[in-house]
């Protein structure tokens, strides 16, 4: 097992220099240019040569990316071209809030994913089977940003049931002091339990469309395996001990297990950069949203610490999760060593 | 005409229906003969409700809402289907390619792998803000993101198909290395090449929306269905629905109408 882990681990170096030479890649050989943007249509050659020495923009690709790379090892990922708040900072002040959204989405999308595809795999190629492939298909085939606007439209404004999607708070709530900068976390450290209560009905409106949305992800892989391991020999073998149907599903829910997890984790690290236009949709303000801000006003190095955190974190999440696979599955196991 | 009407039942009606909805879309530029012009505003029939006069209601400068549905399905498909196939093209090659077992088919999927790593979603912004907000842009994005997808798709295929008996026989009757590929391998993965193909464009469409949403990619005045949801964002909120709700019906039926496509290839191809 050990063996296993190390030789995962090895390979995270290796890659995470890939990550980074990506990220700077990606947003610095590009035709488009930055500093028309930053100056404005009307500035004059010498206020963009100006800005070019300022930001470091007036030295060769090769000399950038070292300086980069050298900057990068002292844990330093720059500083915003506008405001010259460290990306470092932002990113840590954003983390959390969008850490908050993304467990509260994935634990409604894996519940409700579970309910619809197990209903479906309980009774299978009867009625609710086709029922719930049919919910299925209706809820894969609205982009996420649609549903977030039918829910705004319905919850909001029909029943008056949520408060209003302009952020994590009321505009005259008082928010927690920050600890971690996540506003749930915070204010349940804070013991502030009120506005926990605030922040978790504003929280509602994007979990669930994001919930609703991932759902559907969930409930296909559920009825697939599900399917296939009540299905199963083992299945039919509990079923000749005459163990109730019931058990027999718990059986098969043990057995489903691995996909799941994978599917979990590959949301998790997706996610960062998947939910950032719901984040602009209800206004959460967190590290999507940021994202979004940062790329349309062209502000290169928080791009590009943007791109390389979202890379980190889908690096981390995939090593963390094939370990955890190989621990839990002997079968796996078996095949890596 | 008679004949092929009575071919439709009850396995091929979804995907007929599908396929009318898409022409709908693709071409309804030309089928409909529109009572207000798409793409001029009446500036006095600001925020008109659906009803008479205007089907699906005008939004807030006065744009008629049903011929901008209809008129930017054009666009929008056109964007998902040529960005799409242009994936195809250039990931067939390349999971051909990596479908040998040797140490470059490795490095081009660790290459890939690491590209995944990345969320595509936000790179597509990226690519598109960076390079230039125009519509070639926006193919390339959807062309960047799809490759790697359908890369490893042709290549555990391949894969497969590879190991199978009829390919050893050919090799030991001494076909060539293309006609193995075009008589054997093709042929034996083209349905669920053509199934995932259409299920990108799904992906597409709703990329090509998000990207349009955020107001980047296909702007005004030429109409997109996701900078018409964008433009009816706000008033979701103070409830005038019909802005963002027809164009975004749109996306549903087109995106459901593609996914439906891909289920029944699949289930074609099973049966043969």
Sequence with gaps: ???????????????????????????????????????????????????????????????????????????????????????????????????????????????????????????????????????????QSVPDFFLGLLLIYFLFYKFELVPAPIGRIGLSDIPPEEISGGLLIDSMLAGNWETFKIGLKHALLPSVTLGIFYSSYFGRTARNVLGKSLNSKQVEFAKSLGLSKFRM??????????????????????????????????????IGQWAITKILMLDIPAIQGFILFAGLITLFTYTFLDILITYLDPRIRKKTL | MKKYINKINKNNLPVIVSTLILINFSFGAFLYNFTHDPYTTDIIQRLTPPGEGFIFGTDEVGFDIFSRTIVAGKIDLFISLSGTFAALIIG???????????????????????????????????????????????????ILINVPRFT????????????????????????????????????????????????????????????????????????????????????????????????????FFSVLSFNTISQYILRKYEQI
């Design chain 2, 152 to 251: 490893r798709l042709i290549r555990s295929e391949a894969l497969t198909i590879r190991e199978s008996r009829f390919i050893e026989v050919a090799i030991a009757m001494g076909a060539s290395k293309t006609r193995i590929i075009s008589k054997h391998l093709l042929p034996n993965i083209l349905g669920t090449l053509l199934a995932q193909a259409s299920i990108t464009t799904a992906h597409s469409i709703v990329v090509v929306a998000a990207l349009s949403f955020i107001g980047i990619g296909v702007v005004p005045p030429e109409a997109s269905w996701g900078s018409m949801i964008r433009a009816g964002s706000q008033y979701m909120m103070t409830g005038q629905w019909w802005m963002s709700v027809f164009p975004g019906l749109a996306i």
């Design chain 2, 92 to 142: 067939l090659p390349l999971g051909l390619m990596a479908s040998d077992k040797t140490k470059n088919a490795e490095r081009i999927m660790k290459v890939l792998d690491m590209f995944q790593a990345f969320p595509l979603l936000v790179l597509a912004i990226v690519i598109v803000t960076m390079w230039g907000n125009n519509i070639r842009n926006v193919i390339f994005a959807i």
């Design chain 1, 1 to 139: 097992m050990l063996k296993i882990i190390f030789k995962k681990l090895i390979f995270i170096p290796i890659a995470s220099f890939f990550v980074s030479s990506l990220a700077f890649i990606v947003v610095n050989l590009t035709p488009g240019d930055p500093v028309e943007v930053i100056a404005g249509g009307i500035a004059t050659e010498e206020t963009k040569q100006a800005i070019r020495v300022e930001l470091g923009l007036d030295k060769s690709v090769t000399e950038r990316y070292i300086n980069y790379l050298t900057e990068l090892l002292d844990g330093n990922l720059g500083s915003s071209f506008y405001n010259k708040i460290p990306v470092l900072d932002s990113i840590n002040k954003y983390l959390f809030d969008t850490f908050e959204l993304i467990i509260m989405s994935l634990f409604i999308a894996v519940v409700l994913g579970f309910f619809i595809g197990g209903l479906g795999a309980y009774f299978r190629g009867k009625l609710p089977d086709k029922l719930t492939n049919i919910i299925l298909s209706v809820i």
């Design chain 1, 249 to 286: 599903f718990i059986y098969a829910l043990v057995d489903a297990r691995t996909p799941i997890l994978t599917y979990v984790a590959i949301l998790f690290a997706g996610l960062f950069g998947a939910c950032a236009i719901i984040e602009t949709v209800f206004a959460w303000n967190g």
